[in-house]
């Protein structure tokens, strides 16, 4: 089953705190935070390892589990499977203003037409809605942005939940499973896109 757990990041904003978390990381994760030019970015860095730390104590996890991070704004993402052999990406994305040129350029049609056909004051939400569905898979493969956004298809069933209706013909013999998620107080979209057949429908809250 796949696992996904949530993180506000704010404390690692004071310099001590943060600090004391930098220290814990391991020196590749350490450097990789010391590129962010500023101190938000940095907080992300080390706070996505961090949750990520403690749900591998909590769980008692292997170094080798299946997991993925995402951070955007104030919060951190992290979902693992605890299944040998699966695949999990996962997205995070603080919602702001529709975007629309980004939406023409990179989604399908489909995927277009059905934000625009939105009201124009829920566009937005559709616009992060299909963003994060989308970065959840190009992640879930390992390809990221090396694989083309329109060479795959978000489409919804009747109940409104998220489905892969096309995929790029290397992934055609695996089956992948959406879930989204929604935190009260967090304007954000929220997803995970996985080939294990079980997703926790609960968004497991840390303190870091």
């Keep these: 089953m796949v696992h996904v757990w949530f993180a506000d990041i704010t404390p690692l904003l004071i310099e001590e705190i943060y600090r004391k978390y ?6 590749w994760r350490r450097k ?10 940095r907080a992300q860095s080390i706070g996505a ?5 403690q749900i591998r104590r909590r769980y008692g996890l292997s170094e080798e589990t299946v997991y993925n991070l995402s951070h955007s704004g104030d919060h ?15 997205d995070l994305e603080v919602m702001k203003e529709f975007r ?24 937005a939400r559709m616009f992060y809605r299909y963003w994060v569905l989308k970065e959840s898979f190009i ?7 090396a694989l083309d956004l329109r060479s795959f298809e978000v489409g919804w069933e009747k109940e409104g939940l998220p489905v892969l209706v096309r995929k790029p013909a ?3 013999g695996e089956d992948y499973c959406y879930q989204e ?4 107080g967090v304007d954000a979209g929220i997803a995970v896109c996985t080939t294990d057949r079980e997703i926790d429908a609960r968004l497991h809250i840390l303190e870091l």
């Design 181 to 184: 998620y929604a935190k009260e």
């Design 22 to 27: 930098y220290q814990e990381a391991p020196a």
């Design 139 to 145: 992640k879930a493969t390992r390809r990221g942005m």
């Design 32 to 41: 990789k935070a010391d590129r962010y030019r500023n101190e938000k970015g």
């Design 76 to 90: 951190v993402l992290c979902a693992f499977s605890d299944c040998d052999g699966v695949k999990v990406g996962c």
């Design 49 to 53: 390892w961090s949750l990520w730390e």
């Design 100 to 123: 629309e040129p980004v939406a023409r350029r990179f989604f399908c049609r489909s995927e277009y037409e059905h934000i625009m056909e939105a009201d124009e004051k829920d566009r």
């Design 170 to 172: 290397e992934y055609q």
